[in-house]
């Protein structure tokens, strides 16, 4: 028997002390799914983002994103959320409006006229949506301006009601809002998750979407489309959400790490929405 004047296995003890006390930390790994394209600006932003939170935090805390829509549609990614397969998502406000409905405020068609009185409303009201998206289930880390939304066809230009009436007009799924105030008004709404709104566009699903210029091209529904009508519908935004229980188990230092990168990262979207949708306006 190993012995020592403190008492038997005493070095055994020492050497399995010393072993823990050099092994790393069990890393705690973060999913999170988007429809944003791999190889597009976004993504490579996101992986700079978890790039830098691993190396922040000694690899205690590593970020995979999975891009590109490869974890389906948004209720299935919130499912996906709820059961712990994922732990967060980009998102767009519609996908949490089950959970939130508040979130949709910044939504209501022509509530903003100019990108100033959207940043000063903003100012005011983003804390108090993180705030009820946090009494909701998740964390949020700051939103993301994804611009102006314009009108966009494939047949004839959409100038006036009369041109939509008869046209299969894309709604997101959850905005129950938007499907409202279109039906209310004698249009034709079509309901789709984000992820299926190129196939909508390929097969006639759907001839007119609302959205930023930007998006347009960065999930490639330019493509089906010929006529944009100039004139700012909606503000749309998407934000990085995640399961606050998740969040809540990691460390106090690594919390402040992640809320710190992803807080940079959304502002940096934020701060670039105005650029990227004057280019991709001038390329449609």
Same mark, same amino acid.
């Given at each position: 028997?190993i012995?020592?004047?403190s008492?038997?296995?005493?070095?055994?003890?020492?050497?399995?002390?010393?072993?823990?006390?050099?092994?790393?930390?069990?890393?705690?790994?973060?999913?999170?799914?988007?429809?944003?394209p791999?190889?597009?600006?976004w993504?490579?932003?996101?992986?700079?983002?978890a790039?830098?939170?691993?190396?922040?935090?000694?690899?205690?805390?590593?970020?995979?994103?999975?891009?590109?829509?490869?974890?389906?549609?948004?209720?299935?990614?919130?499912?996906?959320i709820?059961?712990?397969?994922?732990?967060?998502?980009? &998102?767009? #406000?519609s996908a949490?409006? =089950?959970?939130? !409905?508040?979130? /949709?405020?910044?939504?209501?068609? $022509?509530?903003?006229?100019s990108?100033?009185?959207m940043?000063?409303?903003?100012e005011?009201?983003d804390?108090?949506?993180?705030?009820?998206?946090?009494?909701?289930?998740?964390?949020?880390?700051?939103?993301?301006?994804?611009?102006?939304?314009?009108?966009?066809s494939?047949?004839?230009p959409?100038?006036?009601?009369?041109?939509?009436?008869?046209?299969?007009?894309?709604v997101?799924?959850?905005?129950?809002?938007? &499907?409202? #105030?279109m039906?209310?008004? =004698?249009?034709? !709404?079509?309901? /789709?998750?984000?992820?299926?709104? $190129?196939v909508?566009?390929?097969?006639?699903?759907?001839?007119?979407?609302?959205?930023?210029?930007?998006g347009?091209?960065?999930l490639?529904?330019?493509?089906r489309?010929?006529?944009?009508?100039?004139?700012?519908?909606?503000?749309?935004f998407?934000?990085?959400?995640m399961?606050?229980?998740?969040?809540?188990?990691?460390s106090e230092?690594?919390?402040?790490?992640?809320?710190?990168?992803?807080g940079?990262?959304?502002a940096?979207l934020?701060?670039?929405?105005?650029?990227?949708?004057l280019?991709?306006?001038?390329?449609?």
């Open positions: 028997m012995t020592s004047e008492g038997p296995f005493k070095p055994a003890a020492l050497v399995l002390a010393a072993l823990l006390a050099a092994a790393p930390l069990s890393a705690q790994t973060l999913k999170i799914a988007t429809v944003t791999e190889g597009s600006a993504m490579r932003d996101m992986r700079a983002a790039a830098e939170i691993r190396e922040r935090t000694g690899g205690q805390v590593q970020v995979k994103f999975y891009g590109g829509g490869t974890q389906g549609d948004d209720l299935r990614v919130l499912r996906k709820r059961v712990g397969q994922l732990q967060g998502a980009v &998102l767009t #406000s949490l409006a =089950g959970r939130y !409905p508040d979130v /949709l405020q910044y939504g209501l068609p $022509l509530l903003f006229r990108r100033d009185e940043l000063f409303v903003r005011r009201f804390p108090v949506l993180a705030d009820g998206l946090l009494d909701s289930g998740y964390e949020t880390f700051g939103f993301g301006s994804l611009g102006f939304a314009r009108i966009m494939g047949k004839n959409v100038v006036r009601l009369e041109d939509a009436r008869g046209l299969k007009i894309w997101p799924e959850g905005d129950d809002i938007g &499907l409202r #105030s039906r209310s008004v =004698g249009l034709a !709404p079509v309901q /789709l998750p984000i992820s299926d709104v $190129l909508g566009l390929q097969t006639g699903l759907v001839e007119v979407i609302v959205t930023p210029p930007s347009a091209i960065l490639q529904w330019h493509t489309l010929r006529y944009v009508t100039d004139f700012p519908v909606v503000f749309a998407g934000l990085l959400a399961d606050k229980r998740a969040f809540g188990r990691l230092p690594n919390q402040a790490i992640v809320r710190q990168v992803f940079a990262l959304s940096q934020d701060r670039r929405d105005a650029q990227d949708n280019e991709a306006g001038q390329a449609l």
